[in-house]
């Protein structure tokens, strides 16, 4: 069964930092973190690949790095000088098939297996 499970949401005051956790149930080709805020539309915040490719959107380059564990199928989020925008729900996303393109901004989203999301709240 496929399956996400997500952690590491919580509250944090700005400039401070949190690590996100996604643990998939079976190998990935791809793995990513999306986020959404009230009121919002989805939108990527970064992609990885089996090889190692990685794609950021432009708000979080530089502060957030992701990486992945191929043995152990977790992607990781660590969120470096957070800012009271980046509160948001951010839900684990991933490609099982191979199929799709890997980049936070694709489109190939819409395709992809989804967590059940861990809210992200950053206080000013």
């Known amino acids: 069964q496929v399956q996400l499970v997500e952690s590491g949401g919580g509250t944090v005051q700005a400039g401070g930092s949190r690590r996100l956790s996604c643990a998939a149930s079976?190998?990935?080709?791809?793995m990513g973190w999306f986020r959404q805020a009230p009121g919002k539309e989805r939108e990527g915040v970064a992609t990885?690949?089996?090889?190692?490719?990685?794609s950021y959107a432009d708000s979080v380059k530089g502060r957030f790095t992701i990486s992945k564990d191929n043995a152990k199928n977790i992607v990781y989020l660590q969120m470096n000088s957070l800012k009271p925008e980046d509160t948001a729900m951010y839900f684990c996303?991933?490609?099982?098939?191979?199929?799709?393109?890997?980049?936070?901004?694709?489109?190939?989203?819409?395709?992809?297996?989804w967590g059940q999301g861990t809210q992200v709240t950053v206080s000013s």
């Open positions: 996303a991933a490609d099982f098939s191979g199929l799709y393109v890997c980049h936070y901004d694709s489109g190939a989203a819409e395709k992809y297996y």
């Open positions: 079976g190998h990935t080709s791809c």
């Open positions: 990885v690949d089996d090889d190692g490719f990685t």
